[in-house]
């Protein structure tokens, strides 16, 4: 059993730059391979990045490719996502998820656990 809890949305320009954080409690952080996904107004919830339990192999969407970054550091519990030159189409809650299951994790039904999300505009 882990809890997540994202931070660090907020309001940004076009073209501006976000860091997102994940930090995990209970369980064991490094067990977990990780992903990022958003859920925009009216939509389910899309498929981000992905990044495996140790951080050596890393997956994005064709849509963020190039311009986010997702990474973690095992020893603090944390995972985080950098996002730069964001457009109004990135503007969704952003939501952190752990899976138990080894290798490529890209469906959020095979994720087992998700924090509540942070908000993310990107309006001018």
């Known amino acids: 059993q882990v809890q997540l809890v994202e931070s660090g949305g907020g309001l940004v320009q076009p073209g501006g730059s976000l860091r997102l954080s994940c930090v995990a409690s209970g369980g064991t952080f490094n067990s977990y391979a990780m992903g990022w996904f958003r859920r925009a107004p009216g939509k389910g919830r899309e498929f981000i990045a992905h990044?495996?339990?140790?951080?050596?192999?890393?997956y994005y969407a064709d849509s963020v490719k190039g311009r986010f970054t997702v990474s973690r550091v095992n020893a603090k519990n944390t995972m985080y996502v950098q996002m730069n030159s964001l457009k109004p189409e990135d503007s969704a809650v952003y939501f952190c998820?752990?899976?138990?299951?080894?290798?490529?994790?890209?469906?959020?039904?095979?994720?087992?656990?998700w924090g509540q999300g942070t908000q993310v505009t990107v309006s001018s």
């Open positions: 990044i495996t339990r140790s951080g050596d192999n890393t």
């Open positions: 998820a752990a899976a138990t299951r080894p290798g490529l994790v890209v469906r959020a039904d095979d994720y087992d656990y």
